[in-house]
């Protein structure tokens, strides 16, 4: 009996470790809710899926461009593109995915249907029925894509920045295993997730304040949950194939990407060159995974180029 009581301590020693050891490590701590949205800038919509925030923003008789951002970083990684554009006479719209920065988690799965129908709803919502202008950087390139793939007559032109490329993605084996990757991920993956952003830059130490950017959004409860399911997700598709038949559109295609990319490494522009064999593609020297930031006049200036000469 004694055997017994001393396995049965140990088992809640362990167990009571284990959930001490989530709840010291996971960064959420308070629900995403109308309070805490209160002094955020931007706007909210109420759409299928949830509440998206958003910013429209330049003159309102401007071709309407739209970003999309990518895995994990909300709109703000669109705020050197909102202030260019906008004074070459466009009109901007940009928003967070669901389950990033200030929109919805919902707690379903993160499935390209799911960000299609939110981008879809999101510019009915908005009453925007004329042709616009896409750009999507890195996972945003996939969330484009899939787009440009079932609503290209919605669309003018199209722009991926650093897409993700290469096939399907890949998951290590012990993320396969259902409770135990949730576990693992909310405490082993998603607290060093602010931290990684800095390897998206060729000078991480001229943009001091990424990291704190980054981390509010990781407060809120179902965070990680929407990045794991995103991860999960990724290992389904097969990126060759959506790039392939995007490449067999007729709309005009601009691929940017920086030559100093270790994010989705530069190598990788030659799988979706090779899938997109009409786009127009420009590296940007001097940049990682954002050239819009790092590289701000000189893509912008492309970016603007692509636009008017369609």
């Known amino acids: 009996m004694r055997s017994v009581a001393r396995a049965l301590v140990l088992v809640v020693a362990v167990v009571a470790g284990g959930v001490g050891f989530y709840v010291y490590r996971n960064p959420e701590r308070v629900t995403l809710d109308d309070a805490a949205r209160a002094n955020v800038g931007g706007r909210f919509v109420r759409l299928t899926g949830g509440v998206t925030h958003y910013e ?11 970003l999309v951002h990518g895995r994990s970083v909300p709109y703000y990684i669109w705020d050197s593109t909102a202030a260019a554009l906008p004074r070459a006479g466009v009109r901007v719209l940009r928003y967070d995915l669901f389950g990033r920065g200030y929109s919805d988690r919902p707690n379903v799965d993160y499935t390209p249907a799911l960000l299609d129908r939110q981008l879809v709803e999101l510019l009915d919502s908005l009453r925007i029925a004329d042709r616009i202008d896409l750009i999507g950087l890195s996972m945003g390139g996939l969330v484009v894509a899939n787009f440009a793939n079932h609503h290209a007559g919605r669309l003018r032109t199209l722009t991926l920045m650093d897409p993700v490329a290469g096939g399907r993605g890949s998951l290590p084996l012990v993320m396969r295993v259902p409770g135990l990757r949730e576990y693992l991920w909310q405490t082993t993956v998603v607290p060093g997730m602010a931290d990684g952003q800095t390897s998206d ?17 990781m407060r809120y409860r179902g965070f990680g949950r929407a990045m794991l399911s995103t991860a999960l997700q990724r290992a389904t598709v097969n990126l060759d194939s959506v790039y392939r038949q995007t490449g067999a559109l007729t709309v005009p295609v601009l691929l940017l990407w920086g030559r100093e990319d270790r994010t989705v490494p530069f190598a990788r522009s030659a799988d979706v060159r090779r899938d997109m064999p009409r786009a127009q593609f420009v590296p940007i020297a001097g940049a990682a995974h954002l050239p819009a930031i790092e590289q701000s006049a000189e893509t912008h200036d492309i970016l603007v180029r692509f636009l008017r000469a369609h």
Request: zero cysteines.
């Open 201 to 217: 830059f060729v000078h991480p130490e001229r943009f001091p304040d990424w990291v704190a950017r980054y981390r509010p959004q």
């Open 56 to 66: 429209l923003a330049g003159p309102d008789t401007g071709r309407v461009v739209v």
